[in-house]
């Protein structure tokens, strides 16, 4: 078997000569490839840009124009042009939770109330590039698509999956056995039992038509068409993806701005039962965080009186609403945590009595013994009617508890039931509260942070659980305040707490607690609106409880929301004369000072009516400054105006009925006026009180204010403590943006003078104050800045489009806005670092820009200018923009007609003609200043309402201001680049959309200044990134980036010729920085981010004309002939230059495909062996043309035949590159011994293994080939070392490349690919036959075996680390909840880490565990990635291998077709034909399927037909190659393969015996074969062998054209030879475990083969082998020595040399058996007879 040396030394076998050939023609022209002379000579006149440079782009919309089109095809037409609806305006509705849309009741609002309101309800306006899903950056190879398009591939068969099963194969042994038998019955060489064998062997089905003699080119058609049928269509659907983080081109569409909600918990309170049931008691539960000494949410009030109880207060409750008999609650939690509590609160109607007394019977009595106390118990009853017809309507404090909210959720985590009862009770035994605190949380605590607080409290996952309190703690009437309830929750959690010790009231409260559903039914926001799904307004509700975050939350408000709360604290009425001792406080809103003036605006609590005018606080018994624990919810309106106010009047209650008290006496009055100077009053307040009644207009002032004639208590002191809090969409509660509001908004009303805060300002200084409150803004609040975000946003770039006019003078603020703008989206980057994604976008502004931002209208007043005015009414169906709109959109309102100057949108209905035109003549002198068109104005303006139809572009603005703008602001717009750029574009598409321009020609679209502004723009920040980058790293990335999509967008919508220029500006720049730079890999990788992210554009093909024909420099008409068209008449050099020009990345080239080019020069330079430093960007640069090829392979598009050829025609200079890299490409024909295990070869073994022959280097460099150019201006790529060895590439990067180049290969055009062949050198074909013969190794089949063994390799180790993991975690948390949370992905130890966080044996136990717990984040990998796979997905990896492996395969074999056709064209360069034998039988002798073996024989009858010579003069060593190969698949046990091998082996027999009337090569060849063939296979079947041979024997049989020569009796003799042998050797099988009788056995059949040497010889070496296997080093030698004697016996009957041992006579001193060897009989093979060669 001929040896199979190591791929590396092959490559340098070329032929000096033919090296000499290649170096005489001077190289010059593409660094790729090596070209004949006279191509070289018409090279000359191009001008050659080295690679390192970018060469000037193609100006593609004057191309368009000039190059129409010849072909009418709609297929290529498609490819020429994006398609008309490429993008589309969209304006959809947003989706509202509730019912109805939280909106004001009242009709006239102030403007900035109309702003928000409009802020929260317009549609959302939305570009979209319809085609984008189509980009790179959305590859289905990268995504879970892949496994769709894997559906419906046909099983390959592989004959190393077809292990014979058990039974069968023992019926087969034992029919051997019976069968040896015979044989040993028979002496030695019996043919008759032989032959009887062979004869009754039923034959496989012979090959039609195989003796008839065709035409070759027949037989090349058939093949052909036989070949590409049934062809997997998509080469990259099977290939995993490479390995990769998320790929840099996606951009995620940013989440829909919604409504910010925390975790969310459902509490329902069941029941509530007391040992004595006498009145009625009132409960409200609310969050609490200890930690933050903060109320979380508001009050739920609810009411589990019995009806009977309820009745007892009917007189003073009105009819309940429905929305006010909620018993279950929803609470969000943002911040969960250890410290937050659910207390409940507990009251009663009010009595005579403090708490003490009142608490006492529900101490003392018991349920048990109600019959006992019978009469006590009557009594208490009608003391309780008493007070409740007389204090109905005044309340108690009476009891309260409190649960720790973490302790329910974990451990109901971890108690194995399906619903889970905690009995939570005040004895000793809540010892258990503080211990049972799971101590598994604390250890996770530190596994995991996110954003959300405290992680171990996950409320997002826990089992429900039924919670009973069964103890209450008596109020304390000293002792109501919040603060000292912190103390009592801060001490409930000690062990030794001194609640404790307390008397408990006993009761029953039963609660559910469990995470809300994702939407339940029924249900009501905060402002009793019903949320969406409420199919009945009967049922009883559940309330969504207000969250009061515990820190910030930083989300845009969405939706109106305007709610005030207020919070009596305390009273301290010591100092006031007289009796006021059981005090209560009424609270009312006022709009005015009548007291018929209460609002209905203040929430009922459980069981009344939705609404009331007034609000009583909770009486303390004989207590003169008593503390509150009241909240009071009140509704605001949304225009508050001087007159609203808050109102609190005390009383005091008399408990006692005496005659003639009333039952509340007021003892004073205080009030807090809502506004202060225009801004809503909110805050801790302590406020004196007043005996008397306010007098007239008290409300405009503040209680504070000394009123004359007034009586105060205490001396006006203050004393009565009260909190106001408000949560308001509306009111931004922060100075300086209210500032900024009111002051737009007055320009907008043009309202005089403003008053803000104390100041009245007056239109003389309002420029001033605006521009101060604009730059004030940064001192503003963050968390309001991010609430009203979006509305600011709009504000600022409203004041940049439409300047106010002030005073008669248009005032410029694109600037100060500008500024503004940069520092506010600072401010959130830097602040919110948890929102940003990949690309350091942060998510609040993404959703700005892709939602909310729209051009402002260009009308003063009316409303934005979506098609829907306020989004109300109208709505474009998809706003696909067709030609005939809707009338009704009053389109002249969104879109103006621009006249000359196209800062001035001159509007069709504006009254005043004359003074458009004023305006307009003003303007048309461009040498005014650009800031704004327009500085002097006359007085004419102020007869406008303040603000002229001026309509500055908002894009143009934006450009200008970002050029001109330095320092500190320069550099925060840089910062936040993408926001700009991202808010440019969207700007751009808009003014497109509103002035019908999607349409136009590109290059008419944007001013010639807007041009130069981007350029201007582009190439500053091309320069920073350049010279910046070591020193900033991450900003320079993420600038990168956004420049990058910056471009990408601009392709869309502008000139495309220009935005090619800017992209060559950027090179430019990182060009002329490299030469400079010692370590250029930094900047080199930017730049292959920033290609990348330009080349996933979704039209990357169009952009690269791929219809257009390479047409020589020196003639600028088009061409007329296509490349691809089919005359062969390949004469002129311009031809010849043409496809050399397409197949190299030539000026041509890099100039037409522009951004092909730039992706392969980009290859090409960094896969340069001598490319110093740039080893690390191997795999990025691979993988982005990887990308790009699987994006076209599986793109819709360009799914037909005709279509993916041009599209490979962009990628053809990719052979040539990758045949440059063949000594650098991973060795995979290493591995083919050891199967599975990669050999990896220590690079000093791999130089000591070529240091005998000239180094890979110097041979190169001879050659000319890797030289990349010569006349190089010191480049950075120096010329490395000539001695230096080659860089290997991983296996993963070259499979990659490989993968790539057989892409190209099945998808070009076929004449294409030929004429370039017929162009080559035979060094060069020989490169390509080199790579194909490594292509082969590698997406050779691994077999099913293979993935079973990796899997349970792989499955064994992890399991371990899964027992001792497993066992660490799993001690304290029930496994239950576990697999809940590592179904969610919480669990610390299972989260998906990227392949760089990987432990280092990349099994690590996250890793592996990942694909089974998170499906939808892992990508299928062929790597084992993953425990146990099941049978059906190790099925499916070999199922996707198989294709895989046919397909690289029949791809190979048909560039082998057209090297072939190639030859037989040119009629020369025969010397590759026998590097295309090597390749395919590499290819025979590896692991293939059915199928494609079919094929390959196919194509080798068909290769020796044509070149019968080849075999039997040259390739000797391949003749004896391939009859083993044929031989061994004739043993194959799929039946094809055996027709098809034998087929083969018949007519290689025939075409030898035509050259010279006997086959004795052939002869000898197959039975050297044969014997070595079953002296080595272990798993070799002699039954499925013998069919073969009947096989042959049935075609000479019926071979009639040769019946008559000697050639049917010379098969039928060799067949039978070869029989015996077989029939021999199944006896060997049968002693293959008794080695002293095997050898005896091989002794017995070498000696039988004494009449034939060729056959003794290679027995004895069979013979040798067993014996060095076990290290029988005497005998294997004694049998070598005989090998010896034999082959000099015949060399010295040959020729007599002195210097040959004569005969086997010379060995007899070492062996006398030597003389054995003699060749004496008479039946011996004289040296020239046939059956032994030498």
Same mark, same amino acid.
């Given at each position: ?153 046909? +099983? ?524 809503? +009053? ?964 070498? +000696? ?87």
């Amino acid at each position: 078997m001929a040896e199979r040396r190591a791929f590396a030394q092959k490559i340098s076998r070329t032929v000096a000569a033919e090296v000499r050939k290649q170096i005489s023609g001077q190289y010059s022209g593409s660094p790729q490839l090596l070209k004949n002379l006279n191509i070289v000579g018409s090279i000359s006149h191009h001008t050659t840009v080295p690679l390192t440079e970018a060469v000037d782009p193609v100006d593609l919309e004057d191309y368009l124009i000039t190059h129409p089109l010849a072909v009418d095809s709609g297929l290529l037409r498609d490819l020429i042009e994006f398609p008309p609806d490429d993008i589309e305006v969209v304006y959809s509705p947003r989706d509202c939770r509730t019912l109805v849309s939280a909106v004001p009741e009242e009709s006239d609002m102030d403007p900035h109330v109309r702003d928000c309101i409009r802020s929260y309800t317009e549609d959302w306006a939305i570009v979209i590039r319809k085609y984008h899903k189509l980009g790179t950056g959305f590859n289905p190879n990268t995504l879970d698509k892949q496994k769709e398009r894997q559906k419906g591939l046909p +099983k390959q068969v592989f004959e190393s999956d077809e292990a014979p099963d058990g039974n069968n194969y023992q019926d087969e042994q034992d029919d051997l056995k019976r069968r040896s038998m015979s044989i040993d019955d028979t002496p030695r060489g019996s043919w008759a039992c032989s032959i009887f064998d062979l004869k009754n062997s039923l034959p496989d089905a012979l090959l039609p038509n195989l003796l008839d003699r065709t035409p070759n080119e027949e037989i090349d058609r058939q093949n052909d068409d036989q070949r590409k049928a049934n062809r997997h269509k998509e080469l990259f659907a099977l290939h995993p993806s490479p390995d990769e983080e998320e790929p840099i081109e996606r951009l995620s569409v940013p989440e829909v701005p919604k409504e910010h909600f925390g975790q969310r918990l459902l509490v329902k309170c069941l029941s509530l039962k007391f040992e004595i049931e006498i009145e009625p008691i009132f409960a409200s539960l609310a969050l609490y965080d200890v930690k933050e000494k903060k109320k979380i949410s508001e009050n739920f009030y609810f009411d589990l009186n019995s009806e009977q109880m309820k009745g007892l207060l009917r007189p003073h409750v009105p009819p309940a609403a429905i929305t006010t008999l909620a018993r279950s609650a929803i609470f969000s939690i943002t911040y969960p945590s250890q410290d937050v509590f659910l207390v409940i609160k507990l009251e009663k109607v009010l009595q005579q009595g403090d708490i003490g007394e009142c608490a006492e019977p529900y101490m003392i009595f018991k349920e048990a013994d109600a019959t006992k106390n019978k009469e006590k118990l009557e009594k208490l009853k009608s003391q309780a009617d008493q007070f409740c017809q007389r204090l109905g309507k005044y309340r108690m404090p009476f009891a309260w508890t409190a649960i720790h909210l973490m302790n329910i959720v974990s451990s109901a985590g971890s108690l194995e039931r399906d619903s889970t009862e905690v009995e939570i009770s005040t004895g000793e035994r809540k010892g258990s509260w503080s211990e049972r605190r799971n101590s598994s949380l604390v250890g996770r605590r530190s596994l995991e942070r996110t954003t959300s607080g405290d992680d171990s409290c996950n409320l997002t996952s826990f089992r429900p659980a039924t919670l009973t309190v069964t103890n209450f703690f008596k109020q304390e009437g000293d002792r109501l305040s919040d603060e000292d309830l912190y103390k009592f929750l801060a001490d409930m959690r000690r062990p030794s707490s001194v609640l404790r010790r307390l008397r408990p009231i006993t009761a029953q409260l039963k609660i559910d607690i469990s995470p809300a559903p994702e939407n339940p039914h029924y249900c009501l926001t905060p402002e009793l609106l019903q949320v969406k799904l409420y199919p009945d307004s009967r049922v009883r509700p559940t309330r969504e409880i207000l969250e009061f975050p515990a820190r910030d939350v930083y989300v845009p408000n969405t939706t109106y929301r305007n709610l005030l709360y207020i919070y009596p604290q305390s009273l301290n009425f010591a100092n006031r004369q007289g009796s006021a001792r059981n005090i209560t406080v009424k609270v009312q809103f006022m709009y005015g000072e009548d007291p018929s003036n209460a609002m209905p605006v203040i929430f009922g609590k459980s069981s009344c009516s939705e609404f009331s005018k007034e609000a009583y606080t909770a009486v303390v018994y004989h207590n003169r400054s008593p503390d509150f624990h009241e909240e009071i919810k009140v509704k605001l309106p949304a225009t508050l105006t001087d007159h609203h106010h808050l109102l609190f009047t005390f009383y005091h209650v008399s408990c006692q009925q005496k005659q003639n008290t009333p039952l509340e006496t007021p003892v004073g009055y205080t009030w807090i006026p809502m506004l202060q100077n225009g801004r809503l +009053k909110t805050g801790q307040f302590c406020l004196p009180v007043s005996l008397e009644k306010p007098p007239q207009a008290y409300s405009v002032l503040s209680p504070e204010v000394p009123l004359p004639g007034m009586k105060w208590v205490d001396n006006h002191k203050g004393v009565f403590n009260v909190e106001v809090v408000a949560v308001s969409s509306i009111h931004t509660q922060d100075p300086y943006l209210d500032k900024f509001f009111a002051l737009v908004n007055a320009l907008d009303e043009h309202m005089f003078p403003v008053r803000i805060g104390d100041m009245r300002i007056m239109e003389n200084n309002l420029e001033n104050e605006l521009k101060s409150s604009i730059a004030a803004l940064n001192s503003s609040q963050l968390e309001p800045v991010v609430r009203f975000l979006y509305l600011l946003l709009d504000k600022l770039i409203l004041l940049v489009v439409r300047p106010p006019v002030i005073a008669g003078q248009i005032v410029n603020l694109g600037q100060a806005s500008f500024e503004a703008m940069a520092s506010i989206i600072n401010r959130l980057h830097k602040n919110l670092e948890g929102n940003h994604d990949q690309h350091g976008r942060n998510s609040l502004l993404a959703s700005y820009i892709y939602y909310v931002f729209r051009l402002p209208n260009t009308y003063p007043n009316s409303p934005s200018p979506g098609p829907g005015g306020l989004g109300g009414s109208v709505h474009y169906a998809t706003m696909a923009r067709s030609a005939v709109r809707p009338a009704s959109l009053n389109l002249n309102r969104s879109r103006s007609l621009s006249n000359s100057n196209p800062d001035i949108s001159g509007t069709p209905t504006s009254p005043d003609d004359e003074v458009r035109s004023i305006i307009g003549s003003k303007a048309m002198d461009r040498s005014c200043n650009r800031m704004s068109s327009h500085t002097e104005t006359s007085s004419f303006l102020q007869t406008l309402t303040g603000r002229l139809p001026t309509k500055k572009l908002f894009h143009e603005e934006l450009a200008l201001q970002w050029v001109v703008c330095s320092g500190s602001v320069r550099e925060s717009a840089l910062q936040q680049a993408w926001f700009f750029f991202e808010l440019m574009v969207k700007s751009m598409v808009h003014h497109l959309y509103f002035n019908d321009k999607l349409d136009a020609p590109r290059k008419s679209r944007f001013p010639e200044r807007f041009m130069d502004d981007i350029a201007a723009l582009v190439s500053t920040i091309a320069s920073d990134i350049v010279s910046r980058f070591q020193k900033d790293t991450e900003m320079v990335e993420r600038l990168n980036t956004s420049l990058a999509f910056f471009l990408n967008d601009l392709l869309s919508v502008m000139d495309r010729g220009f935005v090619f220029s800017l992209i060559k500006t950027c090179y430019k720049q990182v060009s002329s920085k490299l030469y400079s730079l010692p370590t250029p890999s930094v900047l080199v990788s930017l730049r292959l981010d920033f290609l990348r992210i330009i080349s996933s554009h979704e039209h990357y093909v169009t952009l690269n004309l791929p219809c257009s024909l390479l047409t020589p420099p020196a003639s600028p008409s088009p061409s007329v002939s296509s490349a691809t068209s089919q005359s062969s008449g390949f004469s002129t050099t311009v031809q010849d230059q043409k496809i050399a020009n397409m197949f190299e990345l030539s000026v041509p080239f890099r100039q037409q495909h522009y951004l092909a080019g730039l992706v392969l020069t980009e290859l090409a330079l960094i896969l340069d062996p001598d490319a110093e430093g740039l080893f690390g960007l191997h795999k990025k640069v691979i993988n982005m043309v990887h990308n790009l090829l699987s994006s076209h392979d599986s793109d819709p598009r360009y799914s037909d035949p005709q279509i993916k050829a041009r599209v490979a025609m962009l990628y053809l200079p990719l052979i040539g590159i990758i045949m440059e890299t063949v000594p650098q490409l991973y060795d995979f024909t290493e591995t083919h011994n050891q199967r599975g295990r990669p050999i990896c070869i220590a690079t000093d073994d791999y130089e000591s293994e070529s240091g005998s022959m000239i180094s890979q280097t110097v041979a190169m460099a001879i050659a000319g080939t890797s030289v990349p150019q010569l006349t190089r201006p010191g480049s950075f790529l120096l010329t490395s070392t000539s001695g230096r060895q080659h860089t290997t590439f991983s296996a993963e990067s070259s499979r990659s490349l490989l993968i790539c180049l057989l892409w190209v290969l099945k998808n070009a055009d076929e004449t294409v690919l030929q004429k370039w062949f017929t162009d080559l050198s035979v060094l060069q074909l020989n490169r390509l036959l080199d790579l194909l013969y490594l292509c082969v190794s590698c997406f050779e089949y691994k077999g099913k075996k293979v993935f079973e063994r990796m899997n349970s390799l792989t499955f064994k180790k992890s399991k371990d680390m899964r027992a001792k993991l497993e066992e660490a975690i799993l001690g304290s948390i029930g496994a239950r909840q576990e697999m809940v949370r590592r179904s969610r992905g919480q669990l610390g130890m299972y989260t998906i880490s990227s392949p760089s966080e990987r432990s280092p044996s990349g099994s690590a136990f996250g890793s592996q565990e990942n694909l089974r717990w998170r499906k939808d984040m892992t990508h299928w990998r062929q790597n084992t990635e993953k425990l146990d796979k099941s049978r059906a997905e190790i099925e499916h990896e070999a199922l996707i291998d198989g294709n895989l492996a046919t397909e690289a395969n029949l791809i190979i074999l048909d560039t082998l077709e057209i090297v072939v056709q190639t030859v037989s064209v040119t009629e020369s360069k025969e010397s590759i034909l026998g590097g295309v034998l090597k390749v395919l039988l590499h290819s025979m002798a590896c692991n293939q399927s059915a199928v494609y073996l079919q094929h390959c024989f196919a194509t080798q009858r068909a290769l020796v037909s044509k070149f019968p010579e080849l075999l039997f003069e040259e390739e000797t060593e391949q003749c004896a190659d391939l009859c083993l190969r044929l031989l061994r698949h004739c043993s194959s046990s799929i039946g094809t393969i055996r027709s098809h091998a034998s087929a083969s082996l018949y007519l290689l027999m025939r075409q030898n015996f035509e050259i010279g009337n006997n086959f004795a090569r052939v002869k000898m060849q197959v039975t050297m074969s044969l014997s070595s063939l079953v002296g080595t296979s272990q798993n070799f079947n002699e039954e499925f062998l013998r069919r073969s041979l009947k096989t042959i024997l049935t075609y000479a049989e019926e071979d009639l054209e040769l019946r008559e020569t000697t050639f049917p009796d010379q098969v039928q003799d060799l067949v039978f030879n070869l029989h015996m042998i077989l029939s021999d050797t199944v006896k060997m099988k049968e002693h293959q475990e008794d080695p002293e009788m095997l050898i005896d056995l091989m002794y017995r059949i070498a +000696k039988g083969y004494q009449t034939s040497p060729d056959l003794r010889l290679t027995w004895l070496q069979n013979m040798a082998g067993k014996h060095s296997e076990r290290s029988n080093h005497a005998e294997a030698a004694q049998c070598l020595v005989h090998s010896a004697a034999l082959v000099a016996e015949y060399l010295s009957m040959l020729e007599d040399r002195k210097y040959l041992p004569v005969g086997c006579v010379t060995f007899q001193n070492i062996s006398s058996n030597v003389l054995e060897e003699s060749a004496v009989s008479d039946d011996v093979v004289s040296p020239d007879e046939e059956g032994w060669h030498v």
